[in-house]
């Protein structure tokens, strides 16, 4: 069974670019879900995709897009950066078979200069 | 709205000891609750989902309670190891169609050896 993978592993943008997180859900898991997880926090719901369309949001602004394939991997772009978008992000596949149990990927450590 | 809350924020024990870790959630219509452990700048490992219905799971040395009607579930570690040392995450689940996750800020668990 393959875990969940993203990319890249590190990324250091300027404020005001954009950027695209990509995360390969596990093997048989048809749902994905992003976090923000700022230092020393929990990580923040996003959004979350199922069947490739957006089925959840969190509280996050509209320059937080996202985007689900037929394989169910998934992107994450981030619009107009901006310093406060700095943190680790953090992908998560699910699967109704298992109670919805959440796995994790490694996440992405993306700093905004 | 629901809040999680996790006490205490950091926690520091010999090595042998056994330990328990405390969470507690404001809004008991909850589907699920998972227990996760975080390294430095990594991903989260999921170590105990507990379904809504069910007051207790076990894995090796871990043990997880619920008590959904107070709001509060404790992770329990016996026997702690130094391989311990990790920043650990409760979260949960709600009863709507998305899979979001509402963490706690986790207790930073050191095991001295």
């Known amino acids: 069974e393959t875990g969940v993978t993203q990319s890249p592993t590190h990324l250091i943008k300027t404020r005001g670019q954009q950027v695209t997180l990509r995360c390969s859900s596990q093997s048989g898991h048809n749902t994905v879900s992003w976090y923000q997880q700022a230092l020393g926090q929990g990580p923040q719901f996003i959004f979350q995709y199922y069947r490739e369309e957006e089925n959840g949001r969190g509280n996050f602004p509209p320059r937080f897009s996202g985007l689900q394939f037929p394989n169910y991997s998934s992107e994450l772009n981030v619009n107009a950066l901006e310093l406060d978008d700095s943190a680790l992000y953090l992908c998560?596949?699910?699967?109704?078979?298992?109670?919805?149990?959440?796995?994790f990927g490694p996440g992405t450590r993306l700093t905004v200069t | 709205k629901q809040e999680v809350t996790q006490i205490p924020a950091a926690l520091s024990v010999p090595e042998g000891e056994n330990l328990v870790l405390n969470c507690s959630f404001t809004?008991?219509?909850?589907?699920?609750l998972q227990w996760f452990r975080q390294d430095p700048g990594k991903g989260l490992t999921s170590l105990l989902l507990i379904q809504s219905s069910q007051r207790e799971q076990t894995s090796g040395r871990l043990n997880a309670s619920l008590d959904k009607s107070s709001g509060r579930s404790t992770l329990y570690i016996a026997a702690s190891q130094p391989g311990d040392s990790a920043t650990y995450l409760c979260a949960v689940k709600g009863g709507g169609a998305t899979n979001k996750l509402i963490f706690g800020t986790g207790t930073l668990l050191a095991v001295q050896p």
């Open positions: 998560a596949s699910s699967s109704p078979d298992r109670y919805y149990e959440q796995y």
């Open positions: 809004d008991s219509a909850i589907y699920n």
